[in-house]
């Protein structure tokens, strides 16, 4: 019922639904802990509608509490209150999170990684995102784990067709990490490579042959030259180079 009166508007009403629900639940003597997450989240729901947030944070942060109790620490119940936290903090304008939430935006990270593997993208792209904002107000703007938000976004917008778009964020991304991160570290090699092949699908050759070619220096300070990844980054450098001429 609580549900339906706050998807309706009607907040303080129940508000008093769900007060009653728990004090039913509290008489229990925690039997019902799930239940009881649940109950507590809703109220938090129904402060965040009459825009009362830190009420909404308390309510908030005891069902998560709570839920972490009875549940993986990856589990959608969880993500959905960590979601909400969230957004009660984006809609603060807090400038930051507090120490105890400082991992909330990579739990929305993790959560958006489960929906992805569900192949659920909306959902994942809505928690990449929030995850993303929620990184953008507590960390350096070119922090890797900004990149790495960055690059799942991408992902799911390749996947729903939208290849430009997904293309500029994850060129964005390499260039945070080409700031931050040292010129032979490998992973950059594996992003330079990625970007070539997604310009070479485009016909954009050069900058194909440009993202090929770092990914091939960097390859060839590192690994011997039967190394496999060191071999197929030449053979990516030779098949651009003849396209290009």
């Not at 993202?211 to 390859?219: G, L, P």
Request: charged residues 25%; positive net charge.
């Amino acid at each position: 019922m609580s549900h339906v009166l706050v998807e309706q508007g009607q907040y303080e009403e129940a508000l008093k639904y769900c007060n009653r629900a728990k004090q039913i639940l509290e008489e229990l003597n925690g039997l019902r802990q799930l239940e009881m997450a649940h109950c507590l989240h809703n109220i938090g729901s129904c402060y965040r509608g009459l825009r009362k947030y830190r009420e909404a944070l308390h309510y908030y942060e005891q069902a998560l509490n709570t839920k972490r109790v009875c549940l993986p620490k990856i589990h959608v119940h969880i993500g959905e209150t960590v979601n909400s936290i969230g957004i009660v903090h984006l809609m603060t304008k807090d400038t930051c999170l507090p120490e105890d939430h400082s991992n909330i935006a990579n739990v929305l990270h993790n959560i958006a990684d489960v929906y992805q593997t569900k192949i659920q993208h909306e959902k994942a792209f809505n928690h990449y995102h929030l995850a993303l904002a929620m990184k953008k107000k507590c960390i350096p703007s070119d922090h890797p784990a900004i990149a790495t938000t960055l690059n799942s976004i991408s992902t799911v917008l390749s996947v729903k067709g939208e290849k430009v778009k997904a293309l500029e964020l994850r060129l964005q991304a390499l260039k945070m990490r080409e700031r931050v991160l040292p010129f032979d570290y490998s992973d950059l090699a594996i992003s330079f490579s990625s970007a070539g092949h997604k310009y070479e699908a485009m016909d954009e050759n050069q900058l194909a042959l440009e993202y090929f070619e770092k990914a091939w220096k960097i390859r060839a300070k590192l690994f011997p030259e039967d190394d496999p990844a060191r071999k197929r980054s030449e053979r990516h450098v030779v098949r651009m180079r003849w396209k290009t001429t």
